[in-house]
């Protein structure tokens, strides 16, 4: 029998805030929420933005005075709004109206030569031809310039793309733990990955006593790297700014820093770890090596994640220079307007004009459903399948092509040989890449046009929401997955609140695409699907707890689901507790910095295992029977 990949646990941040227990999926769908989920969804969100506080005793104004969930609401509920989703580019990034920049200007010496004062240990090792150079004093030189000289000097220019998908203002992953030099993208790591284990309501060292040291694995990256200054970013800079490269900024550069990080500094693990990128679509190639790891048995529980932190000059100067980003000029266009509103400007399926890069770390733990029912551990979904394809050739590299088509279809095909042909007809929603491009509005609506036909889909539920969260490049399939675990809890299809209406160009005879929240009865399943450049397609296929629990029943029984039910209950409240916490401020960073770590001189080596202090099981060998009919 095949292992069951079941999410045991979930987490991260992204411009919609906290992703466990729904927080983000909820700021998404807040007009639709009973006001009891709306007003603790803001009251989360204002704790987090610094706009109201809040301790052990309850919530509180800066002033000290005591909120009611309904004050937090009605005083201060729009601020709190506007402090979230995609905005304007803040300027704790860069100034977007004058960002930094080296101009470079050609100077030339006057009817009569010109001359300059330079310090000695200034002076360039090797001198411009055009300089003649003579001694002024002790510190000083004489520089008598002969000819044109090239120099840049600090100026400023307007940044044409204006917003981002940021995390909520004031909330900074920083001030959390101890972060000294670590790239924000590493930072956003150690506080999404402490969110997603926190959520499981079961203390990381009894999930870890629970299974062999070699039966965990992280699967874990970035695409752009660590772009900032303390990553590849300042590397990159520091000589052209006349500056020094430090011994942190290559090493924590690096895109599979993020897995390292959690092994490292989180969970102390000494099982598989990797990454692997693929575009857009990275978080779902982190998936599908973490199912695969669950259905073969070469893991049992398997943390799947990316942080991304690319609001950086120079990577939206990169996506710009291929007229990839929505832009001010853009914006004005597509609205009539001199005045375009900033927060529209992900516009997935509607008139738009480019896409909304974005930030975001987004986490998921998965069990096997053996170790699941065994410890008692909470399901929030399932993970059966994901499918990969390339393009064949092309002629533009981030081109859209036929992979989608493959992906898509082998997804529906699967998840209807599980779940059944009435379920994927009529219980069944996509989440979109839906990246507010021109181009995906057509091709994508008419990949999935195409395959609700085949399958006899009609009004196929539709989301997409990078509408509200941007699109943050390696997590960004991450996002998606998120929130349809939150469709999953509340029967809600987020609308795509972005747009007035769907573009003329969409094809949508067989599709439900709407401009506000969908309610549906039940969902069963949810698929996943993403492009990215290159031709690296992916769908994810993820079944709903409430098909997830029926297969569980089945294939164990009423006696031992009678046991599970009872150890759930305790871990449910662990959990609740722990999200109470974090709405009043705490939020119980997980980061163990030079803490019990492994002496090599101390591991104990056989023939079959190995033994290593502080762990209660060893690694052990497996018998080699794969290749003995070849022998």
Not at 183 to 207: C, K, N, Y
Not at 352 to 377: H, K, R, S, Y
Not at 443 to 468: C, H, M, N, Q
Request: include cysteine.
């Amino acid at each position: 029998m095949s292992r069951l990949p079941i999410i045991a646990g979930f987490g991260g941040y992204n411009a919609a805030g906290r992703s466990s227990f729904h927080h983000g999926f909820r700021r998404m769908v807040l007009e639709s929420l009973d006001e009891k989920a709306r007003q603790e969804t803001l009251a989360g969100l204002g704790v987090m933005t610094h706009i109201i506080e809040a301790d052990e005793s309850g919530f509180k104004s800066k002033d000290g005075g005591g909120l009611t969930l309904a004050d937090i609401e009605s005083q201060f509920g729009d601020e709190i709004m506007q402090a979230t989703l995609i905005r304007r580019i803040e300027k704790s990034y860069f100034d977007v109206d004058a960002a930094p920049w080296q101009q470079s200007v050609t100077v030339g010496p006057g009817s009569s030569g010109t001359s300059f004062l330079l310090s000695r240990f200034q002076l360039p090792k090797t001198i411009p031809a055009s300089w003649t150079v003579t001694d002024y004093s002790d510190s000083h030189v004489s520089v008598h310039l002969a000819d044109n000289c090239d120099v840049k000097i600090d100026s400023t220019r307007n940044v044409d793309v204006k917003s981002a998908g940021q995390l909520p203002t004031g909330f900074d992953p920083a001030a959390l733990y101890s972060s000294r030099f670590h790239p924000r993208g590493l930072q956003m790591t150690i506080v999404g990955v402490s969110d997603a284990l926190q959520s499981m309501g079961i203390p990381w060292e009894t999930v870890k006593s629970s299974v062999h040291p070699d039966e965990i694995a992280v699967y874990a990256g970035s695409v752009m790297s660590q772009s900032d200054e303390n990553g590849f970013g300042g590397m990159m800079q520091s000589r052209l700014k006349g500056g020094r490269v430090t011994a942190k900024q290559l090493p924590l550069g690096l895109n599979t820093m993020p897995a390292d990080f959690i092994n490292a500094y989180v969970l102390g693990s000494v099982g598989t770890t990797g990454c692997t990128t693929g575009a857009c679509a990275t978080f779902l190639y982190n998936l599908k090596q973490g199912i695969e790891a669950i259905q073969s048995g070469k893991s049992r529980v398997v943390i799947v994640g990316n942080s991304e932190a690319p609001i950086t000059q120079e990577i939206i100067d990169g996506f710009a220079a291929m007229s990839a980003l929505g832009t001010y000029e853009g914006l004005k266009k597509v609205e009539g307007t001199d005045e375009p509103d900033l927060r529209r400007s992900s516009r997935p399926f509607g008139e738009n004009c480019g896409f909304t890069i974005a930030e975001a770390c987004q986490f998921v733990i998965l069990m096997d459903d053996e170790l699941v029912v065994e410890l008692g551990a909470q399901i929030h979904g399932a993970v059966t399948d994901v499918f990969i394809n390339a393009d064949g050739f092309k002629k533009s590299i981030s081109a859209p092509g036929p992979g989608n088509y493959i992906t898509l279809a082998k997804a529906v095909a699967s998840a209807r040989e599980i779940v059944g042909d009435e379920s994927v007809r009529t219980r069944s929603m996509v989440h979109a890449h839906g990246s507010s491009t021109p181009a995906n509005r057509q091709t994508e609506s008419e990949l999935l046009d195409r395959v609700a036909e085949t399958f006899g889909i009609t009004d196929w539920p539709v989301a997409a929401v990078k509408a509200y969260v941007g699109h943050s490049i390696g997590p960004a399939s991450g996002d998606q997955l998120i929130a349809a675990l939150g469709s999953f809890k509340y029967n809600l299809v987020p609308g795509i609140k972005t747009i007035d209406q769907v573009a003329d160009d969409v094809h949508q005879q067989r599709l439900s695409i709407s401009v506000s929240d969908i309610s549906k009865q039940q969902i069963d399943v949810a698929f996943i699907n993403t492009k990215g450049f290159g031709g690296n397609n992916a769908t994810g296929v993820v079944l709903a707890p409430v098909v997830v629990e029926k297969m569980l029943a089945k294939r164990y029984g009423k006696d031992v689901m009678t046991g599970y039910k009872a150890r759930l209950n305790a871990v449910i409240e662990t959990a609740e507790a722990y999200d109470q916490s974090v709405l009043h401020g705490n939020f119980n960073i997980t980061y163990n910095f030079g803490t019990n770590m492994i002496d090599d001189a101390s591991l104990t080596l056989s023939e079959s295992a190995v033994g290593i202090p502080g762990l209660d099981h060893p690694v052990t060998f497996k018998k080699e029977s794969r290749y003995t009919d070849m022998l």
